[in-house]
């Protein structure tokens, strides 16, 4: 289990420059993106006033894409490795941090090449060989977690597939949690961000578990960032499901509701660190292909420069599908999250990570698993319908004709589908697709 460093409350991106200076940092590398730069007295303000009362030198990279790719990454190393910078800071949503984390990544390892460390089949999946800088994550969306995890998602263009970096070793210093960043968020940023938080506890929650991942690796670098699920994973997910149910909805239809999105801000940190150790499945392993492979979409609510589906909803939009398939795997788990989503209070149960259901139990697993994720799949859709998420991917401008692009995006997304409860296979990723093309 991998810890994560975290200072949660509103006004902590004021003591940045002194956790600069205390890292030993005497010029960082500042990561943003423009809508983050362009705000006045903003957080970039705070950091770089931080920074000058403290003495520490700043280089601002604002050039960050919405949903990263090969060529941005390539754009920030070069930019770090150019200003000789011995510490970072990230400032704004997942792009931002995960951009950061590929910037420290190969300016502290500057003779790699870039798919060293890339997740295998798309890259050579090489054990990052040492520490990199410190690293400061200051998140400005309430929803990628990236803040606790060791993840650095982006495009790869020449397949048109989505992929990344995974590496304990890539977790920042410190994550700053300041729910003052996120008050200027959208509500249709809001939502999205809302619903990757969502996916990510409940895909933690009913991963396979860490005992049946497979065989131990011959040594401890070599063992993946996601373990399967696990007993500590499993309280993170579960509170900030619980977070989730009673304040998701608020914290979009009120952004001046400061409790909803104080709390929001936390869900987001506590899914950050169930999802960066037990690690997610299916609801992102086909977003991948969805963001990736858009028709045209520009959802409502973001101005980027070119088409764009927002990660929180192209991970939810196969969701209810995906969990009325899982359900038999886990359904008490799925009855749960659904319990949980619904308002309810279950009792904390505790998990048998040994052996499996009894043979009595086994007979009536199916069944109950069918309503288990039934249950979960009904609550999804009624959040999703509330909050206006699009009626599938019909209305992102697919068609069934784009199932096999889809597919095949999908498939090379092995770091996640070896998480998916009974694997995923060309067929059973085509029959969710379908699933997905219409969702109420």
Not at 12 to 18: D, F, I, L, P, S
Not at 120 to 140: C, E, H, R, S
Not at 294 to 306: C, I, L, Q, T, W
Not at 410 to 432: D, I, K, Y
């Amino acid at each position: 289990m991998a810890v994560s460093n975290i200072r949660f409350g509103s006004g902590a991106t004021r003591e940045v420059g002194h956790d600069l200076v205390a890292a030993g940092v005497t010029h960082a590398f500042v990561v943003t993106d423009r809508t983050i730069a362009a705000l006045r007295g903003g957080p970039l303000d705070v950091v770089l006033a931080a920074a000058a009362r403290v003495g520490v030198r700043v280089t601002v990279f604002d050039d960050v894409s919405i949903e990263p790719t090969d060529a941005s990454f390539a754009a920030a190393i070069a930019a770090a490795k150019a200003a000789g910078v011995d510490g970072y800071v990230a400032v704004g949503g997942g792009s931002v941090m995960d951009t950061a984390k590929a910037a420290n990544l190969y300016t502290t390892h500057r003779d790699a090449e870039f798919l060293d460390f890339v997740n295998a089949p798309v890259g050579k999946g090489l054990p990052v060989p040492g520490p990199v800088k410190p690293l400061f994550a200051i998140p400005t969306t309430a929803g990628t977690g990236s803040e606790t995890t060791g993840v650095a998602i982006f495009d790869y263009t020449p397949l048109h597939a989505k992929t990344g970096i995974a590496s304990r070793l890539l977790k920042p210093t410190l994550g700053i949690v300041d729910p003052v960043n996120m008050r200027s968020m959208p509500p249709e940023v809001a939502a999205a961000s809302g619903f990757d938080v969502l996916c990510h506890a409940l895909e933690s929650y009913t991963a396979v578990p860490f005992h049946r991942r497979g065989a131990a690796p011959a040594k401890p670098t070599l063992r993946p960032a996601y373990q399967g699920a696990n007993p500590i994973s499993d309280v993170w997910c579960t509170q900030a499901l619980r977070l989730l149910a009673k304040h998701f909805v608020a914290s979009v239809k009120d952004r001046a509701d400061d409790e909803a999105v104080e709390a929001m801000a936390l869900a987001a940190t506590y899914a950050g660190v169930g999802f960066g150790n037990a690690g997610v499945h299916l609801c992102h392993g086909m977003s991948y292909a969805i963001s990736g492979c858009n028709p045209g979409y520009v959802h409502p609510g973001y101005a980027p420069d070119k088409p764009l589906v927002p990660h929180g909803i192209s991970v939810v939009l196969s969701a209810p599908a995906i969990f009325r398939l899982i359900g038999p795997t886990s359904p008490e788990r799925h009855a749960e999250a659904a319990a949980i989503l619904r308002g309810e209070n279950p009792p904390v149960r505790v998990y048998a990570y040994t052996g499996g259901p009894s043979p009595a139990r086994a007979a009536t697993r199916a069944d109950a698993g069918a309503d288990a994720g039934a249950a979960l799949a009904e609550r999804l859709l009624h959040l999703m319908d509330v909050l206006h998420v699009p009626d599938g991917l019909g209305a992102l401008g697919y068609t069934r004709g784009d199932i096999p692009a889809l597919v095949a995006g999908t498939l090379p997304q092995a770091r996640v589908l070896n998480l998916a409860p009974g694997g995923a296979t060309s067929e059973s990723l085509t029959r969710l697709f379908e699933a997905g093309m219409k969702v109420y």
